[in-house]
């Protein structure tokens, strides 16, 4: 079984460049060019070199006592809190940026939910001099202001997006809408393995280093690099495709990934995706997507922005289609408690959204002498305000 | 050879193309609106069909796609609509959208039905050519569907092409890099692109949209091509109109004053 990219951008039946043409030249760019830049030996060392003096790569690979303690197994957590920026979105958007320049592009744009591509965008584009320009949902800004004004702390524009729901699939698409507007100049980094061909692959290949690392680090650390388990967060499926990348070909590592169940996911306020969904096309690419029986995007719901979104990129899906997955949802209250769990016991606290991988703990029967590695994507303190109003500390 | 087909093989001059969204401004407005509209000698009629997320549409069309949702305008009830007034409709109709709701109905079910309607063409912009010809082309002409595709100042000649030679319609050309949306004027860049088109000699006409908003633009842009499409120009009227009835006949023939 194949899981990886064919040349027309598909991953089984997922995948491909579902675009209007206004967009076709520039993504026919960088198609054509993404894979002999990002290969290229200049390139790699440009991007390794800011990834270890600028984002503090490789993040640690650390085995938690006190949990693996309580569920009588081997718990080592990466910890993707610790780059620059407090997530691992920055492990894109140094390589989208470094990409741009490549491309001669002026101007960067991104589409934001949380905010933390955002600010992982607005960081880099300060660091190389680019003009930034964020689009964001209205009701986003709102409910993520610090994150809004670190953006412009940090040069960037940050545009609030009215159309829609004003949420992150209308910023994405707001996004879109700009760049058709400015096809010459401007490059859009796209945070999440979404979008048309060859952003998944793209994105998971700069978010690779995470599986990367935890192989060379459990070798070290246990004597092989395989894993039992791997287990991350799935919104867009960014840090999740990176925790996995390394270990999708080795079928005895088992692949699980958490997505946001939201109040429950019969509830009606969902982001379970693959629970929920149906193949569809969205943002460029057909993969699974939360919709009506008419095809209209349903808006999904979770308590944390960044798994928020209504779709899942294209691999995620076929991951789940082949069953080389699988996958699990985290109710709001799930994540929250987990969150706390991991907080009292390790002295960590987890953006909400790494905190639905946690909450997985409780969902999984282990045995006392395997490996498990949990992603902790993202730090906590965008957070501080979502436990405090949950407030059961 | 559909209506549409008929249409272009007998009149290749100032066609004027009007898109409106179906069920808006309400739910049962689409079947007088294509009655005025026809009434009014407009030449082809592209309807949308509404979606949630219409990435290339400016603000009017995406407020008009919103407010048809929330009426409960769907593609079923469209079809049921275009059914009522079959016999009335001699002006050819062309169905504008995105592929997410299509897909979902299904292409056989959608392309049967568009048949059974008395639809002549398909636009759907986030329809790949490559995709286009590999899995729904046959679905299409087997039900006698033209699809439409859009071309836009970045697309190359060779594309141009390309996509020429797998249909059987017109043309849309993109007046400008941008979504839809009325603005103001054409520059010499259009022009420059305009006459490039021209001067491929295509096998299909060429519409110009994208912009086009009044006697002047529409006439300007007949200049260089067989004709052009207004949409959201067309939508404000809707949404500020006291009388749809008064209304539309009355900017149709502004539009048309003096061709």
Not at chain 1, 61 to 77: H, M, P, W
Not at chain 1, 263 to 273: D, H, N, P, Q, Y
Not at chain 2, 197 to 209: F, M, S, W, Y
């Amino acid at each position: 079984m194949n899981y990886h990219v064919d040349e027309h951008g598909y991953y089984g039946e997922f995948g491909g460049m579902f675009i209007p043409e206004m967009l076709f030249p520039n993504v026919e760019e960088l198609r054509n060019s993404y894979l002999s830049i990002i290969q290229s030996d200049a390139f790699k060392k440009e991007f390794e070199g800011l990834l270890t003096d600028y984002v503090g790569r490789p993040t640690p690979l650390y085995f938690a006592n006190r949990l693996s303690e309580k569920y009588q197994t081997n718990i080592y957590i990466k910890r993707e809190d610790l780059n620059h920026t407090g997530a691992h979105k920055v492990n894109n958007t140094i390589g989208q940026i470094l990409l741009a320049k490549k491309l001669n592009k002026k101007k960067i744009i991104a589409e934001t939910g949380a905010g933390q591509h955002g600010v992982a965008t607005a960081t880099v584009c300060a660091l190389m001099g680019m003009e930034c320009k964020v689009f964001m949902g209205q009701v986003d800004t709102v409910r993520q202001r610090p994150n809004v004004e670190r953006m412009k702390m940090l040069g960037a524009e940050v545009i609030p997006v009215t159309s829609g729901s004003q949420t992150l699939k209308d910023a994405t698409n707001e996004a879109l809408r700009y760049w058709i507007g400015h096809p010459d100049d401007t490059h859009y980094i796209i945070g999440s393995v979404v979008g048309p061909h060859p952003y998944p692959d793209m994105v998971a290949r700069f978010q690779s280093i995470i599986s990367k690392e935890i192989r060379a680090q459990l070798m070290v650390k246990t004597g092989k690099g395989l894993p039992n388990k791997v287990i991350a967060c799935v919104g867009g499926g960014s840090n999740a495709i990176g925790a996995f990348y390394e270990f999708i070909d080795e079928p005895e590592v088992e692949l699980i990934a958490v997505e946001a169940g939201g109040e429950g996911v019969k509830s009606g306020r969902s982001a379970a995706t693959t629970a929920l969904g149906s193949t569809g096309v969205l943002h460029g690419s057909k993969t699974l997507l939360m919709q009506d029986e008419d095809g209209q995007v349903i808006e999904p719901h979770s308590i944390s922005a960044g798994l928020d979104y209504p779709g899942i990129g294209p691999q995620h899906a076929h991951l789940f289609a082949t069953g080389r997955a699988t996958f699990l949802n985290a109710t709001d209250e799930e994540a929250m408690v987990a969150g706390m769990e991991l907080t009292r016991e390790e002295g960590i606290i987890p953006a909400i959204e790494s905190a639905h991988a946690f909450a997985a703990l409780k969902m999984l029967n282990f045995s006392k002498d395997e490996v498990v590695v949990v992603n902790l994507s993202g730090r906590g303190d965008k957070d501080l305000e979502a436990y405090i109003n949950w407030g059961k500390y | 050879m559909n209506k549409l087909n008929k249409t272009l093989n007998v009149k290749r001059d100032n066609l004027l193309t009007v898109y409106f969204t179906a069920g808006y401004p309400r739910l049962e407005d689409t079947a007088p609106i294509l009655l005025s509209l026809q009434a009014a000698g407009v030449d082809i009629i592209e309807i949308g069909m509404p979606y949630s997320d219409p990435v290339a549409d400016g603000p009017t069309i995406q407020e008009s796609n919103k407010r048809a949702l929330e009426n409960g305008m769907s593609i079923n009830l469209l079809f049921e609509q275009l059914k009522s007034i079959k016999d009335q409709l001699t002006v050819p109709v062309v169905l504008m959208g995105y592929l997410n709701p299509v897909l979902r109905m299904g292409m056989d079910v959608f392309c049967a039905k568009c048949k059974e309607s008395g639809v002549s063409g398909i636009i759907l912009p986030d329809l790949p050519a490559r995709e286009y010809d590999l899995h729904y082309r046959e679905k299409m002409e087997a039900n006698g569907l033209s699809n439409i595709f859009l071309i836009t100042p970045q697309t190359s000649n060779d594309r141009i092409r390309e996509m020429d030679n797998i249909t059987n319609s017109f043309m849309y050309m993109v007046s400008s890099p941008g979504i839809t949306g009325a603005k103001s004027g054409i520059s010499e860049d259009q022009i420059k692109y305009f006459e490039r088109v021209n001067a491929l000699k295509l096998n299909n006409p060429r519409l110009i949209g994208f912009g086009i908003s009044s006697n002047e633009t529409f006439k300007q842009a007949c200049r260089y091509s067989n004709g052009a499409i207004i949409g959201s120009a067309f939508i404000n009227v809707l949404s500020s109109a006291k009388d749809l009835a008064e209304a539309i006949p009355a900017f149709i023939a502004e539009i048309k004053k003096g061709i």
